[in-house]
């Protein structure tokens, strides 16, 4: 057995067993005013999370009260040295990670095979899926979820492999996809390059471009978009600014290829924003249950967000335009709580599968 157990002193504060309760910050609060008095020595399972990330992730991420509250739930974050073996470190229950490089993935693997017991947040074949703008989408083309309460699917698309970008306008018209195009890099690897976008108003401007890439069309979406995280089993949608609509006018108007910037980046939360409804109100849950659940099973992910944006001119038809593994959770209200919970359901899974089947 690999949980570490602690023989800790259970502070009674009024219910719960090994929950205890908490302020927004994390800090422990005292029931009713009345004075903690210890209750029993007994055996506190933690939780032990190993995390590699970059240091600019580590600080989004691994936030004060996010710790604060961890700690309190029972929950320990260990750092992951990726020079040393991950077999003599720990030992852990879950490793959370986001690096990226060949010889990571196979020490991870490696890792995997080892200790079964541990669960790896996320593997990395699966994180690999979404490291490219076609296979990404793959799965939500396939589900083509539509039932009463929305039709979600991706927007037409074409890939781009050929270094000769003067056959681009040729393809783009034998493929029946329609101008505004928005171009984006084929490989999503994190890098800045890969989120260097464009918007392509005419057919002779679609040679400037650099594949390989993917080209998609512009759907008038109102200017919102919704970030759709997903943790586990929990999900969480945000409204955030995204671009205008191109009206039929601006299209014969422009001409040319023009940097899309990263608005959706631009903390500028949509939330409260005095927006048009119809543009922004949040997709029904239902649907977006649903999809998360086929995806998750699909893509083999725990932690993973979805761009979606819906069609300004038909409130019930939404598309997928982007998903992203393990995306910017600390910029998520309450991130913490939903973090912390699946945290202790893991080890719980864990300990019912592992400690208990032992007995
Ligand atoms: O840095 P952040 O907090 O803005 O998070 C980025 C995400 O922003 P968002 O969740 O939309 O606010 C960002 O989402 P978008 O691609 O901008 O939709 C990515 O997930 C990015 O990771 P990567 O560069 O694709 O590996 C994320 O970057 P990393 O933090 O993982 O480096
Ligand atoms: N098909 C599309 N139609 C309209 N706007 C789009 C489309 N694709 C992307 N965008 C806009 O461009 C932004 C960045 O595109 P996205 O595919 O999410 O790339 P990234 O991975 O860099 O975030 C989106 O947040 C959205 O504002
Ligand atoms: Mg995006
Ligand atoms: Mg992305």
């Not at 910050?25 to 590699?52: I, M, Q, S």
């Amino acid at each position: 057995m690999t949980i570490k157990e602690e023989v800790t002193t259970m502070w009674k504060s009024g219910g719960g067993d090994d929950d205890v309760e908490v302020d927004e910050d994390g800090n422990e609060l005292l029931a009713g005013g009345r004075y903690l008095t210890p209750a029993a020595v007994t055996v506190k399972r933690v939780v032990v999370v190993g995390y590699a990330l970059t240091s600019k992730k580590t600080k989004s991420f691994l936030q004060p009260k996010l710790e604060r509250l961890a700690r309190n739930r029972g929950i320990q974050f260990v750092p992951v040295d990726p020079e040393k073996s991950l077999s003599e470190q720990g030992p852990f229950d879950i490793i959370l990670h986001k690096l990226t490089g060949k010889e990571w993935r196979q020490i991870l693997e490696d890792y995997r095979q080892a200790h079964p017991e541990v669960t790896v947040l996320d593997p990395p074949d699966a994180i690999q899926h979404l490291r490219n703008r076609q296979s990404m989408l793959q799965d939500v083309a396939d589900i083509n979820l539509s039932n009463s309460y929305g039709r979600v699917g991706v927007p037409k698309q074409l890939v781009i492999t050929s270094d000769d970008a003067s056959s681009i306008p040729d393809a783009v018209t034998q493929a029946g996809i329609k101008l505004p195009l928005v171009a984006k890099p084929l490989l999503a690897d994190g890098s800045s390059k890969s989120h260097e976008l464009s918007i392509a108003y005419d057919p002779e401007s679609l040679q400037k471009l650099d594949p390989p890439l993917v080209l998609q069309e512009f759907v008038n979406h109102g200017g919102v978009m919704f970030k759709v995280y997903i943790i586990g089993e929990a999900i969480k949608v945000v409204r955030r600014f995204s671009l205008p609509d191109v009206s039929k006018r601006e299209l014969t108007k422009n001409s040319g290829v023009f940097p899309v910037p990263r608005v959706s980046c631009a903390a500028a939360s949509a939330e409260d924003a005095d927006l048009d409804p119809r543009v922004a109100e949040i997709p029904p849950y239902p649907l977006l249950e649903r999809l998360a659940k086929e995806l998750r099973r699909r893509l083999g992910l725990h932690l993973f967000n979805l761009d979606i944006i819906r069609d300004h001119g038909n409130p019930d038809r939404f598309y997928v335009i982007d998903i992203n593994y393990f995306p910017g959770y600390g910029k998520m209200p309450e991130y913490e709580y939903m973090f912390t919970d699946f945290f202790l359901s893991l080890g719980q899974r864990k300990y019912k599968k592992y400690a208990l089947a032992s007995c």
